[in-house]
């Protein structure tokens, strides 16, 4: 027998008229519209009183999300009167242990057709029916279980006070397959709030590595400027100068897994104003011109002897333009050139980082800017794979997006455009 004459026999002798179709396809989108399992399993009781059954009880294990176990149970108004029991906190453990501990382990629906006579149930089932019976005063029940992805993660219990109608096999799969589209509900439920908890322990974290790492690094970097001053070794310059680069890798790693994290939770701080891009551009060039200096990379700027302003974020564009900068230095080889070009275009500015370096294999390329990305990940060149990514996402919150051109063996080039500000 199909679930939906099954339900419509459910009603048929429950005395109901039931528009089936628009029951199953509504359930899982009302189960879905929440992430909280407390109005999820409201849900489910709603949907199956009084329609299919005079009471639902549902008993969550822990792992739904909650520390504890919890237990909800649900009756039509006339059943709550008679059965003074069945409140909201109504424990389907504590009342129906056995049958309960059971279906949980087993996975396996019970259907009992006539509790008054254990019909449907093992002998040594009757103690606890008998004791069911005289608190909920049921005639017919169906446990089932709850169910997702392999995992049990409760039971529902649907039962009958009077006598019309007797619970058997076909309605067990009804009640199963709505019981089924709860669990489904109820584990992203659970995935969800282990998500957030991840999240805000990661935030804790974070926060209090950033704090923490700040003062010793600030006091490695004083110590190795106190160094210089104080020795003309070249062996001990040579030594301090590599401490400072750390330290500056550090201090670059912790800003971008912060920026990582506020973008990851939508904060990233974007005010766009009236900018001189030019500016930018130098203040960037300026951070890699002692490197380009030692490992003999030519580093230029070509750029028109005037440009509009263009709105936007001023420091933040100095942060996309330092790590498309960092990204083509790591990747240009030594006595390689490395271009930023700036020109203006309708409407706006276009500004390119170009190298001479490896180029981007192209099956690659379509992942450049997802995080922890590595375009080149066995060249052994020291990166998080966070910085294009961090890029991206400051160009998308000013409206646009970076882009690239890559040829291996000759090179890449990333571009992005941005708007003149309107005077």
Not at 10 to 21: E, T
Not at 54 to 83: F, N, T, W
Not at 139 to 159: C, D, E, K, W, Y
Not at 322 to 345: D, H, I, P, Q
Request: glycine share 8%; charged share 20%.
């Amino acid at each position: 027998m199909s679930l939906e004459l099954a339900a419509q026999r459910i009603g048929g002798r429950s005395g109901l008229a039931l528009d089936v179709p628009t029951l199953l396809a509504d359930a899982s989108p009302m189960l879905d519209a929440s992430l909280d399992p407390a109005m999820i399993t409201d849900t489910l009781q709603r949907l199956i009183v009084p329609r299919l059954a005079e009471c639902c009880l549902v008993d969550l294990l822990g792992v739904v999300g909650d520390e504890a176990r919890v237990s909800s149970g649900y009756a039509a108004p006339s059943v709550q009167q008679a059965v003074p029991v069945l409140t909201n906190t109504t424990s389907l453990a504590s009342l129906l242990p056995a049958l309960t501990a059971d279906v949980i382990r087993d996975g396996v629906a019970c259907i009992i057709s006539d509790a008054t006579t254990c019909e449907g149930a093992g002998e040594d089932r009757s103690p606890a029916l008998l004791a069911a019976v005289r608190t909920l005063r049921v005639r017919s029940l169906i446990i089932v279980p709850l169910i997702a992805r392999g995992h049990t993660l409760g039971a529902v219990a649907v039962g009958n006070l009077s006598g019309v109608h007797r619970y058997g096999p076909q309605d067990a799969a009804l009640f199963a397959d709505l019981s089924h589209r709860a669990a489904i509900a109820l584990d992203h439920a659970a995935l969800f709030r282990r998500a957030m908890r991840a999240n805000a322990a990661r935030e804790a974290l974070l926060t209090v590595v950033s704090h923490d790492l700040q003062a010793p690094l600030g006091a490695i970097a004083m110590s190795t400027t106190a160094l210089r001053a104080t020795t003309t070794d070249e062996t001990a310059h040579a030594i301090s100068h590599t401490i400072d680069e750390a330290v500056e890798w550090m201090h670059r790693l912790i800003r971008d897994l912060l920026d990582v994290s506020s973008i990851e939770a939508g904060r990233l701080s974007v005010i766009p104003r009236q900018t001189d891009l030019l500016i930018m551009l130098v203040k960037g060039i300026t951070m890699f011109e002692a490197e380009a200096k030692i490992r003999h990379i030519t580093l230029s700027l070509e750029a028109p002897d005037f440009l509009p302003t263009v709105w936007a974020d001023g420091e933040r564009i100095l942060q996309v333009v330092v790590n498309l900068l960092s990204n083509a230095m790591k990747f240009t080889r030594e006595g390689g050139c490395v271009t930023v070009r700036v020109a203006e275009v309708p409407r706006g500015v276009r500004v390119e980082v170009s190298d001479t370096g490896p180029g981007i294999p192209v099956d690659l390329q379509p992942f450049v800017f997802d995080r922890f990305s590595r375009s080149h990940p066995a060249s052994g060149v020291r990166g998080t794979g966070l910085g294009l990514a961090i890029a991206q996402s400051i160009m998308t919150a000013h409206g646009t997006r970076l882009d690239l051109q890559s040829v291996p063996g000759v090179g890449s080039t990333f571009g992005f455009r941005l708007d003149t500000a309107v005077k």
